[in-house]
């Protein structure tokens, strides 16, 4: 036992000395974008999008409800990843807020087409309230090649 406690210094003294690699970050921003907030942030492969609602090129919500924000929200997230050089396959996960989480089907309906292949991990819940009076907003992350 006594021989494992003077052991003990030397292995967490060597653990300390390995090498570190500096992770890379770099805020992307998009010239005309609103709101105090970078549309991405990539960190290494990983690149986090910010909440994107349903809005159009105006800034201004789609009519018609649920279904066409919940076209428009993935559209923007596609546009959002094309800007990085990547697409849709590349979503490892999504949050998806709803006004009203009982139009989580009719959200459901819309979201799966932009996923016919591998499902990223998902969560969704309802909020008291989004930006605009939107009815979801939807964050993603991806992972680059």
């Known amino acids: 036992m006594r021989r494992l406690l003077l052991l003990l210094p030397a ?27 970078s549309e991405a942030v990539r960190v290494d492969n990983l690149v986090f999008l910010s909440g994107v609602l349903g809005t159009d090129s ?4 789609v ?11 993935l559209e923007n ?26 139009e989580w089907a009719a959200m459901n309906e819309v979201y799966r087409t932009y996923f016919p292949g591998a499902k990223p991990a998902r969560s969704a819940f309802g909020t008291t309230g989004l930006a605009l009076g939107g009815r979801l907003e939807l964050e993603c992350f991806a992972a680059a090649r």
């Open 11 to 37: 292995v967490a003294i060597v653990a300390g000395c390995a090498p570190k690699r500096a992770s890379s970050v770099e805020f992307v921003t998009r010239p005309g974008a609103p709101g105090p907030f």
């Open 63 to 73: 009519p018609g409800g649920i279904g066409p924000e919940t076209r428009q929200a």
């Open 58 to 61: 105006t800034g201004k919500l």
């Open 77 to 102: 997230v596609k546009a959002a990843l094309q800007r990085q050089g990547l697409g849709m396959d590349r979503v490892v996960k999504c949050t998806v807020m709803l006004a009203d989480i009982g």
